[in-house]
């Protein structure tokens, strides 16, 4: 069964920092990450995902993540957070020979100080 | 910007009465997803369609959830009878057709239950 693990439950940075938000994963076969944001009583929007190719994936809002095989992670990551970036970020997983299934994992809430 | 569609935005009702949720993918999507999110978890797939087909349903709780797409366009998904613990929000997403696996999800800004 695929699983996503994200560790922390809540990230906490100032305003002009690098954040850095944390992902791991377990599948069977070549995975394909993605993530998500998620602000208040809104629906998910998408931000990025890695299928092949480039370990650093550059998506929407300055928002970059770095797939790394060994270590089965996904972090997400920006040079200089802002207080706009305060929402739910959800790390989800899809591997290349179980179907479509899409599994999330549990969030992490990013705030934003400024 | 095309967008998934999802009515009502906010639902309050009392424990053993029904409910039902709507949502109208983006255009041309064949793959619809519903998905539950309790509060503070991650989304969970409930049911899957691929055009008016049923390709996974294998998280839906059958005795009480019931979710069609007889047209292959817009869904439908409805409780009976509502149970306290079903208090979530009901998110519907879609997928481009030619995507296939490496694509990503298209979600509606989600239906809140509350039930009483």
């Known amino acids: 069964a695929q699983s996503v ?3 922390e439950d809540q990230v ?4 002009g920092n690098p954040l850095t ?40 809002y300055g928002f970059e993540a770095e797939f790394n095989k060994s270590q ?4 997400l990551k920006k040079p200089s957070a802002l207080v706009s970036d305060s929402a739910l970020y959800f ?22 100080k400024p | 910007e095309a967008e998934v569609a999802q009515s009502p935005r906010y639902k309050i009702t009392e424990k053993s009465q029904a409910v039902a949720f709507w949502c109208d993918p983006i255009s041309g ?7 539950r999110q309790i509060l503070g978890q991650g989304p969970e797939l409930l049911v899957q369609f691929q055009d008016e087909s ?40 879609s997928r481009a057709p030619a995507s296939g696996n490496t694509g990503e999800l298209f979600f509606g800004e989600g239906s809140r239950l509350t039930v009483l």
């Open chain 2, 54 to 93: 049923v390709v996974d349903d294998s998280q839906l709780p059958k005795d009480r959830f019931s979710a069609e797409r007889l047209k292959g366009v817009d869904s439908t998904l409805k409780i009976q009878p509502a149970e306290l613990g079903d208090s979530a929000m009901y998110l519907c997403a």
């Open chain 1, 91 to 112: 790390c989800a997983v899809r591997s290349n020979n179980a179907g479509n299934m899409l599994t999330f994992g549990g969030g992490t809430r990013l705030m934003v």
């Open chain 1, 12 to 15: 906490n940075v100032a305003e």
């Open chain 1, 72 to 75: 089965t992670s996904f972090h």
């Open chain 2, 29 to 35: 999507h064949a793959t619809l997803y519903w998905y």
């Open chain 1, 21 to 60: 938000v944390k992902c791991t994963y377990s599948v069977s076969g070549n995975p394909y990450l993605f993530w998500y944001v998620q602000y208040p009583n809104r629906g998910l929007q998408f931000l990025l995902k890695y299928i092949t190719g480039d370990n650093l994936v550059k998506g929407s």
């Open chain 1, 5 to 7: 693990a994200q560790p």
